[in-house]
Structures are given as structure tokens and as C-alpha cells.
């Protein structure tokens, strides 16, 4: 399983964005990066996933360096709410996918108003 | 609502019992997941199901045991074997095992003294 570096802590602004970085040096052509959060003493809820493309949704955007080997989550405008821990994972997908996620120890992200 | 429940949100055991958790999802998932987290550290993989009555070992299977009789249904036992069982236990379920995202429950803390 591949593995995924991030810092461990980020500080935001309320109402700015957050751009929250993670690499991925040893992904193959067949990884997925996902990224899911954690709010305090909840389960984790999924945000985006991408393969090679830049992908968007209501929650935020995933930006993927052209090699790879790095991606960057963007919040476009950070609230109170969006203060959790992110985690960047890479998921290879396939039917011999067993579904398991590898959570590293993720962001914590925290909101300043 | 669709979603995933466990039950209870805290538990409270003595050492050498064995304490079932519960997880329940209405979404008409086929794969569910178990996790286990420690404070300050990521998600780890304790079993999965692909499909009902059928399961497989995660990362850390020992001293856990499940089952998998009904789609909607997937406890959890931790027994007395289980050397550490004090975690924040996190159930999931997926539409199939591979390339779906996962959808988490609330979690449940169980305390063992």
C-alpha cells in the first residue's frame, strides 16, 4: 500500500481558502487518492477523490501535480465547521480491491475566526 | 434517513469480559468495515464483509471476532483476548468493496477497566 505524507498541523482563516498539501512519491498508475475528514469524536466522512484529472464537488476541489506524486485539497472558503483532521489516502481500485483505507495520521486543520 | 447507527455511543466493560458492538446500516450496502482508532492516530482495519456470510481478517483481527448474517447487520466482539480494547471503534459500509467511497457511523468508545 502506498503511502501518503502530510503535515500535521495547518491553521486557516475563517472565510479564506485552505490549501491543505499531501504527497505521494511512490503511487502507481492504478492509485486513487481519496481524501476524507474527521470532525472531534465523529467518523470520518468522505470528501473528494480523483485519479490524474483536477476534480470538484459542493465540498471542495482536488488539485493532482501532473506526476502524481503530490495533490492538494482546496477548501475555497473555510468555516468553523471545516475545522477536522483531513486524511490523504491512495486506494487502489479494481475488483480485487478489498476496500481498505490506510489512514495515515492526517491534518489537522484549525479555523480561526 | 439511510445511514449507518452503532450502538451504544460509550461503553463501559470490566477486564475479561467479551462486549459486542453493534452496527446497523440501511443504505443496502454490500461491504462493511470495521475500524479501530487510538487517540491521535488514524483508522485502522480490524475486519471486512463483501458480502453476507462471508468476512475477512483486516490488519488487526486479533482478539476480535464478527459476523456477517444479515446485509444490514455486522457486529463486532471484542473479547477478552483483545490485550488493548480501550479505542474509539468505527464501523463502515461501502455499495462494494471496490472503488465506492465509504460511509462511516458515529463511532463507539468503549472503556475497558
Known amino acids: 500500500d502506498a503511502k501518503t505524507t502530510q503535515p500535521n498541523s495547518m491553521e486557516s482563516n475563517e472565510e479564506e481558502p485552505v490549501h491543505l498539501p499531501c504527497n505521494h512519491s511512490t503511487i502507481s498508475g492504478t492509485d486513487y487518492i481519496h481524501w476524507y475528514r474527521q470532525l472531534p469524536s465523529q467518523g470520518p466522512e468522505y470528501v473528494i477523490h480523483?485519479?490524474?484529472s483536477n476534480v470538484n464537488n459542493r465540498m471542495a476541489s482536488l488539485a493532482i501535480a501532473e506526476d502524481r506524486k503530490s495533490s492538494t485539497l482546496i477548501l475555497h472558503r473555510a468555516t468553523l465547521r471545516d475545522a477536522a483532521v483531513y486524511y490523504c489516502?491512495?486506494?487502489?481500485?479494481?475488483?480485487?480491491?478489498?476496500?481498505?483505507?490506510?489512514f495515515g495520521q492526517g491534518t489537522t486543520l484549525q479555523v480561526k475566526p | 434517513d439511510g445511514g449507518i447507527t452503532q450502538s451504544p455511543k460509550y461503553l463501559f466493560r470490566k477486564e475479561g469480559q467479551n462486549v459486542t458492538l453493534s452496527c446497523e446500516q440501511n443504505l443496502n450496502h454490500d461491504a462493511m468495515y470495521w475500524y479501530r482508532q487510538d487517540p491521535g492516530q488514524g483508522l485502522r482495519l480490524i475486519y471486512y464483509?463483501?458480502?453476507?456470510?462471508?468476512?475477512q481478517k483486516g490488519d488487526i483481527a486479533e482478539g476480535y471476532s464478527v459476523s456477517r448474517e444479515k446485509k444490514e447487520s455486522f457486529p463486532l466482539t471484542v473479547t477478552s483476548a483483545q490485550k488493548n480494547p480501550t479505542a474509539f471503534y468505527l464501523c463502515?459500509?461501502?455499495?462494494?468493496?471496490?472503488?465506492?467511497?465509504?460511509?462511516f457511523g458515529p463511532g463507539t468508545r468503549l472503556t475497558v477497566t
Open positions: 480523483g485519479l490524474t
Open positions: 464483509s463483501q458480502i453476507v456470510n462471508d468476512f
Open positions: 463502515a459500509s461501502s455499495i462494494v468493496a471496490a472503488g465506492y467511497e465509504q460511509y
Open positions: 489516502i491512495l486506494r487502489e481500485e479494481g475488483s480485487s480491491n478489498t476496500g481498505k483505507l490506510i
